[in-house]
């Protein structure tokens, strides 16, 4: 789809006094990801961060005369729809999507809250039935989901994302599968379709007792970003890394003595960007293509793979890249020693380590005793980038995640060439690997999460280093034996002087 640069997303909810669920949710959920927000209220509630006191259901007249208002005047790009609190106001919102047909719909069905109340009568869960046809996505948590399918509420992911499943398949519709209720430190989401998963998250849990209107936000967000960028998956991806970022900021609000509100704002006020697909790795990647297929047609790599590779020439590569994985390793302890959380630290630690264990394994007993050569000046440009890299933690780890991806990119190609008699099978075989596989999935998302929180400046900063990163993987493969430096050349700076 062709999107407007500001899309107009219509939330379709009830009103919270105290600013952090429902339709105020849904508003600045809206805005900080990029959309201009409208609302038809629903009902008027009377709570707080401690609860709810009060709730008034205007007329289902009134809603109508609403919408019917809105969507006579405004474009209207996408619809929310959260509280519907009776079964009157229900059949209204059907009836008017019924003269809207083609409008993209996201519904939380607002049925259970966290606590466990039921906040909608029999009648009025059967009229919610009916509506949810009209629906793109359905974004109900656990309980929700349960209630839908009439069945108990499942505790494991896997049988979430079977509900899930199944639910899509009832109603044609896809179903945003939320881990946010399970137990555990992991908290995954999923868009489930009829067919099953078809864009899946995962991330830490967030240690916040603010979490009031994390369903309602992230249901608006993820309307407003599929209005901006077409695809659901993206639109998944972008949504789930905002709210992280808007609830590792929570606690940074002082609202109320109960479940405060997240702060959707908080990536704004210290000037970050507004999500869009450009903080997206996948992005990057797809934009990588035309060097990623320069690399499969270099001179080297095609006599690699079919084995042809004089061995002169790739004892000059193994020796290069040597020399590349003792710097490497010590950028991979400068990138450990800049990470802001412990499982960062873990895992650039253990790739640091990992080089050097590469380096001597696979390496040195094929080099034997030969002296060292100097570093040519590719093996070098490529080791001062990612040594200059070192200023900024989401610069370094940009400029490091290319090591990996392209690496295991072609690796998996090349072990998929070794066979038997192949003068380098041993080598490719090593090349490639399930836990190097794993390590490179981990490094992908550790980077996705810096992304999806970086501000304008520092994510085009990133951008940059990736891309160098790329071009310098690149030149690597393609250096020959006439490119070594003379004996002059020098090493780079070491990691452990930069500041």
């Not at 405060?260 to 210290?270: I, M, Q, S």
Request: glycine residues 8%; aromatic residues 6%.
């Amino acid at each position: 789809m062709s999107a407007p640069n500001t899309p107009n997303i219509l939330s379709i909810a009830g009103a919270d006094p105290s600013g952090g669920a429902g339709i105020q949710a849904d508003l600045k959920s809206i805005a900080a990801c990029g959309g201009y927000g409208m609302a038809a209220i629903t009902a008027l509630t009377a709570q707080n961060t401690r609860g709810v006191t009060g709730v008034h259901t205007p007329p289902a007249e009134f809603l109508t005369r609403q919408l019917e208002t809105v969507a006579a005047d405004i474009r209207i790009d996408a619809v929310k729809i959260g509280m519907l609190a009776s079964a009157e106001v229900i059949e209204a919102t059907t009836a008017w999507l019924g003269t809207r047909p083609g409008t993209t719909v996201v519904v939380d069905p607002v049925l259970i809250s966290t606590s466990g109340d039921r906040l909608l009568e029999h009648d009025a869960e059967e009229a919610l039935r009916r509506l949810l046809p009209w629906a793109d996505v359905l974004t109900p948590n656990t309980a929700e989901l349960a209630a839908l399918l009439e069945e108990p509420v499942c505790t494991r992911w896997d049988d979430v994302l079977d509900q899930a499943a199944r639910l899509a398949r009832r109603y044609s519709v896809l179903v945003l599968a939320k881990g946010g209720h399970l137990t555990g430190s992991r908290c995954p989401d999923a868009l489930v379709g009829p067919d099953g998963v078809m864009a899946a998250v995962e991330g830490d849990r967030i240690d916040t007792p603010n979490t009031h209107g994390t369903g309602c936000s992230l249901s608006a967000a993820l309307a407003t970003l599929w209005a901006r960028c077409g695809d659901w998956g993206d639109a998944l991806r972008l949504a789930r890394g905002w709210l992280e970022g808007a609830l590792h900021r929570a606690d940074e609000l002082e609202v109320g003595e109960g479940h405060g509100p997240v702060n959707h704002f908080g990536a704004l006020w210290d000037g970050a960007a507004i999500p869009t697909t450009g903080a997206l790795l996948g992005t990057w990647w797809n934009d990588l293509a035309p060097l990623r297929s320069g690399i499969d047609d270099l001179p080297f790599i095609r006599a690699l793979r079919d084995g042809t590779l004089p061995s002169e020439d790739f004892h000059f590569y193994l020796a290069q890249d040597s020399l590349y994985l003792r710097t490497y390793s010590r950028v991979l302890s400068r990138a450990a020693e800049l990470a802001p959380n412990r499982e960062e630290q873990q895992f650039w630690a253990s790739g640091a380590v990992g080089a050097l264990e590469e380096e001597a394994n696979l390496h040195l007993h094929r080099l034997g005793d030969a002296p060292d050569p100097e570093p040519s000046p590719t093996t070098s440009a490529y080791l001062n980038h990612l040594v200059a890299s070192g200023d900024s933690y989401p610069k370094l780890v940009a400029a490091i995640l290319p090591c990996y991806w392209l690496y295991q990119d072609i690796g998996q190609r090349l072990a998929a060439a070794a066979h038997p008699g192949h003068p380098y099978a041993d080598w490719l075989a090593a090349y490639s690997s399930p836990e190097f596989d794993e390590a490179t999935s981990e490094a992908i998302a550790l980077v996705q999460k810096v992304a999806l929180r970086a501000g304008s400046t520092t994510l085009a900063g990133m951008r940059r280093a990736f891309d160098e990163s790329s071009r310098q993987e690149l030149s690597f493969f393609a250096q020959t034996p006439e490119d070594a430096a003379p004996r002059s050349a020098s090493l780079p700076m070491p990691v452990a002087a930069i500041g």
